[in-house]
């Protein structure tokens, strides 16, 4: 259910509102590059799950991005938002009747590459982690593939949504524009390699998709963006910490040998982990057992 905590007006509401239900053996390229669970637990609790307005503003930016773009004019050689669905018994019999489905934002055949726009966050580009857009980009490319288009590239244009002009100044590492794309090849290995993981996924996903809700795969540290536990080594009144360690027992014998020889004047102060993903961007959350153990068992949230 859809609740609107901030008492937004009704044309935002009414956006957000979606009576999406998934379709049953079907399922989109951005929605296998989920975890297991994830996208289990979605589906199963998909009419019972509660989400704010809010919570959704920046997805209703980004689709609002997209509607702009897709009543803009196409170039002669490019198809703009054409809808794929492949089924998926060429992979393996196990997988007939299963659907992969998605949607490109722009195929440019004379350039045999596909196009994405993102909306994000600059981070994502100071860390330089694409794998998620090369997959999701070499998906569709496979999709195209299967109804005769040849592809051979990728291209994401992303704008950063919370770019900072002064920043840019200043800092040299920071992205220097609001708009940056990212090119990616793809080679015949890559499209074989393809195959085998979308071919895992399906395989995966429906080995699970009956199985109650504490038999699916735990998500791991990766996939639930998760930071380690931090035994941070500080004096004893200070905030900033000496030292960092990821092992409690080096940081025991670090604090023992530092307190040994200048007194009893440091401590170690625990900084608990935390899971990005599970905390901030998945809305199944509560219906998942890691999380209600991890964070609402012990009264957290
Ligand atoms: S809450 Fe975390 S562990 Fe549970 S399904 Fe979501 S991402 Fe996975």
Known sequence: ????????????YNFLKSDYQ?????????????????????????NAIDQDCSDLIWTMLGTAFHLVLENSKAGDNQLQEEY????????????KGYYLSGKADLLDIKQKKIIDYKTTSSFKFIKKDFEDYRLQLLIYAWLF?????EVNKGEIVAILRDWQRSKAKFDKS??????????????DKDFEDIEIYIKNRFLEIKAYEDKPDNELPECTMEERWA??????????????????????????????????????IYEIEV?????????????????????QEKYLDKGEK
């Open 174 to 187: 920071y992205p220097q524009l609001q708009v940056q794309t990212i090119t990616f090849e793809f080679t």
């Open 22 to 46: 998934p379709k049953e053996k079907q399922y989109s390229v951005t929605t296998i590059l989920n975890p297991t669970r994830q996208i289990i637990l979605k589906r199963r609790y998909n």
């Open 84 to 95: 794929l669905k492949q089924e998926l018994s060429c992979l393996d019999d196990r997988l």
């Open 271 to 291: 900084r608990e982990s935390c899971d990005g993903r599970c905390e901030n961007y998945c809305s199944c959350n509560k219906y998942c057992k890691y999380y």
């Open 1 to 12: 259910m859809l609740t609107n905590k901030c008492n937004l007006p009704e044309p935002i």
């Open 145 to 149: 593939k299967k109804i005769g288009y």
């Open 227 to 264: 930071s380690p536990t931090i035994y941070a080594i500080k004096k004893i009144g200070n905030k900033k910490a000496m030292k960092l360690h990821e092992n409690e027992k080096e940081a025991i014998d670090h604090l023992k040998n530092l307190n040994s020889k200048f007194g009893d």
